[in-house]
């Protein structure tokens, strides 16, 4: 592939790695899939055309939360989200990239975590769905209750100074 790379836009090139990603992911070498892609995506993403960006990164997402490699979205996670943005709602790659990226903020303890929930929710057509993220959103609002309530308990029995 690195030969092949000089003879190949950087957009063909990403597409290449995607395929070979792809065909890693279907054998079974989930952590080599992954890092095929992840690097080069964030390299070279901008390559690629706004819905081509957010199927390849929601696919790559996916894979990263499936290994628990979570923090590899890192650089680009961000650029995913404001991609999917500029599509209108109802374009069919958009709920599901703003689902992972509500997983990803989850898996990340990100504070945006309700945020990116509630974005997904917004453009969910299914009901099932909705009640899955709204679950999911419950679920963050406990455990943030849960983390304060533990760092006022630290605070309330710290010695004053």
Known sequence: MREQKKGLSPKDYLLKLVEVSNDLWTIGSKRSAIMTLVFEFERSN???????RIEVGT????????DDLSD??????????????????????????????????IAL?????????????????DVAEVVLLDAKRNEVEFLQGELRAVV???????PDD
């Not at 709602?89 to 990239?97: G, K, L, M, S, T």
């Not at 303890?109 to 057509?125: H, P, V």
């Open 46 to 52: 901008q390559h690629l055309d706004v819905v081509k």
């Open 72 to 105: 590899l979205a890192n650089g680009w996670g961000i650029v995913l989200q404001e991609s999917v943005r500029t599509l209108d709602r109802a374009h069919p790659a958009v709920f599901p990239c703003l689902r992972t990226i509500a997983d990803w903020s």
């Open 59 to 66: 696919r790559l997402m996916e894979m990263c939360l499936a």
């Open 152 to 158: 006022g308990t630290i605070k309330k029995d710290a």
């Open 109 to 125: 303890c990100s504070e945006e975590a309700k945020a990116a929930i509630a974005e997904a929710i917004a453009a969910a057509t």
